[in-house]
């Protein structure tokens, strides 16, 4: 199974994107998808998760700008990134959470700037 990016790109502050992730295959038992982002010089950290249950977790710097959304049917998880600011730069990687497994996918890059 690979997660596949897209919908990044370069986007002026105050403009909007929208990331998608695709499993290349069926993923069964998903307990979670979410994205994290990868600042230059910078860990990677969580910018937002989606549960099961449809319950979500966002980071405090993403809160009111960006929303996750998912497609059980489709095992694709979006990210909604709206009133993008110069510090949302950064390469955002999608996650797949199962008991047993933990899926990757190789990012997508991010850049705000006027």
């Known amino acids: 199974v690979q997660l596949v990016e897209s919908g990044g790109g370069l986007v002026q502050p105050g403009g909007s994107l929208r990331l998608s992730c695709a499993a290349s295959?069926?993923?069964?038992?998903?307990?979670?998808m979410g994205w994290y982002g990868q600042a230059p010089g910078k860990e990677r950290e969580l910018v937002a998760r989606?549960?099961?249950?449809?319950?979500?977790n966002d980071a405090d710097s993403v809160k009111g700008r960006f929303t996750i959304s998912r497609d059980n049917a489709k095992d694709t998880v979006y990210l909604q990134m709206n009133t993008l600011k110069p510090e949302d730069t950064a390469v955002y990687y999608c996650?797949?959470?199962?008991?047993?497994?933990?899926?990757w996918g190789r990012g997508t890059q991010v850049t705000v700037s006027s």
């Open positions: 295959g069926r993923i069964f038992s998903i307990k979670a």
């Open positions: 989606i549960v099961s249950g449809g319950s979500t």
């Open positions: 996650n797949v959470g199962t008991p047993s497994d933990d899926y």
